[in-house]
């Protein structure tokens, strides 16, 4: 490669890096991902089109984290028995692919932005958290929304019923390590964007470190 295409690569890497932090973490081609694998299993006739059509019309006119989480890996087991295909590797194969994927984004979800989990639907409202707008939310602003969440659990748990305590407690765990992920993540990307403009020499060996969670789009 020459030193003009390394530069173009380079500057490439560099705004693509700043870009992810513009954009949500958590992006909706993720449910796409998982229905494509759904799809698979329907034409191989071992999940139900019926089932199928519901799913595409939640991820639709949901909010599509919401409803995404609220699936279940024994979702995908149901019709394990209704395989008469003759292809019970391929169906095994889509099944496990799918599974792993809906096990990916909860993971991701609790590593990150812990509030969509189905088990704290309850406090969403009462924490104003609008579908809508944290959809929408960026990546670098995820660290400041988190610190906010924090803060307002830290004023409301003295006065909380001692049954409610558990929940908001165990949200404000999860909320400390998503905090903490978030920012390493932001960092992360932020130094790894090469800085091209100051560089003496930017055709010089470089590259983007972009973890795994960053690139949502693969999994």
């Known amino acids: 490669m020459d030193s003009g295409n390394l530069l173009a690569s380079l500057w490439t890497l560099e705004h693509?890096?700043?870009?992810?932090l513009r954009q949500p973490l958590l992006q909706p081609c993720l449910a796409d991902?998982?229905?494509?694998?759904?799809?698979?299993?329907?034409?191989?006739?071992?999940?139900?089109?019926?089932?199928?059509?519901?799913?595409?019309?939640?991820?639709?006119?949901?909010?599509?984290?919401?409803?995404?989480?609220?699936?279940?890996?024994?979702?995908?087991?149901?019709?394990?028995?209704?395989?008469?295909?003759?292809?019970?590797?391929?169906?095994g194969w889509f099944r496990q692919q799918a599974q792993l994927r809906l096990r990916n984004i909860l993971q991701m979800t609790e590593?990150?932005?812990?509030?969509?989990?189905?088990?704290?639907?309850?406090?969403?409202d009462e924490l104003g958290l609008n579908a809508t707008s944290t959809e929408r939310l960026s990546?670098?602003?995820?660290?400041?929304?988190?610190?906010q969440l924090q803060a307002l659990i830290d004023r409301k748990l003295p006065s909380l019923p001692e049954e409610r305590r558990p929940l908001f407690g165990r949200l404000k765990t999860l909320?400390?390590?998503?905090r903490s992920n978030a920012v390493s993540l932001v960092?992360?990307?932020?130094?790894?964007?090469?800085?091209?403009a100051n560089s003496p020499m930017p055709w010089t060996s470089a590259f983007c470190w972009i973890p795994p969670q960053v690139d949502v789009c693969r999994l």
């Not at 990546?139 to 610190?147: S, T, V």
């Not at 960092?187 to 091209?196: G, I, K, Q, V, Y």
């Open 16 to 20: 693509g890096c700043l870009d992810r």
């Open 33 to 91: 991902g998982l229905l494509d694998h759904l799809r698979a299993l329907a034409e191989l006739r071992v999940f139900p089109r019926k089932q199928l059509a519901q799913y595409e019309a939640n991820f639709r006119n949901q909010s599509w984290p919401l409803s995404i989480l609220g699936l279940q890996e024994s979702d995908f087991e149901n019709h394990r028995a209704a395989d008469r295909s003759g292809r019970a590797a391929e169906t």
């Open 111 to 124: 590593s990150y932005e812990p509030w969509w989990l189905p088990e704290f639907a309850p406090l969403r």
């Open 139 to 147: 990546l670098e602003q995820l660290p400041d929304l988190i610190r």
């Open 175 to 178: 909320l400390a390590a998503a």
């Open 187 to 196: 960092e992360n990307l932020r130094s790894s964007a090469p800085r091209l």
